[in-house]
């Protein structure tokens, strides 16, 4: 089992930036991949950007080069830092983990990029 509380989301006009944080309950070396989703009003749950345990990334299309993932096995974190923000990004922003058991779901944080 593992509980995920995401943090750092707000309002923030376009082309700003925010660094979003996910702190587990336990510690993440072990898990083999952690991530961020997001699902807008009216849309289906996207994944925004993914790494493994052994540091690969992955990102949604067209969010590398803008989102960057990084997780910190020793705070048990793992954070995405959002740049050049567009009011396309607005979502609620989850927080994923998998053990190759099951996910794992943070509660969400709400990301407004607005003007």
């Known amino acids: 089992q593992v509980q995920l509380v995401e943090s750092g989301g707000g309002l923030v006009q376009p082309g700003g930036s925010l660094r979003l944080s996910c702190a587990a309950s336990r510690r993440i070396f072990s898990i083999r991949a952690m991530g961020w989703y997001r699902q807008a009003p009216g849309k289906q749950r996207e994944s925004v950007a993914r790494?493994?345990?052994?540091?690969?990334?992955n990102y949604g299309e067209s969010l590398k080069g803008r989102f960057t993932i990084s997780r910190d096995n020793d705070k048990n974190t793992v954070n995405l830092q959002m740049n050049s923000l567009t009011p396309e990004d607005t979502a609620v922003y989850y927080c994923n983990a998998n053990d190759l058991v099951r996910d794992y779901w943070g509660q969400g944080t709400q990301v407004t990029v607005s003007s």
């Open positions: 790494i493994t345990n052994g540091g690969t990334t």
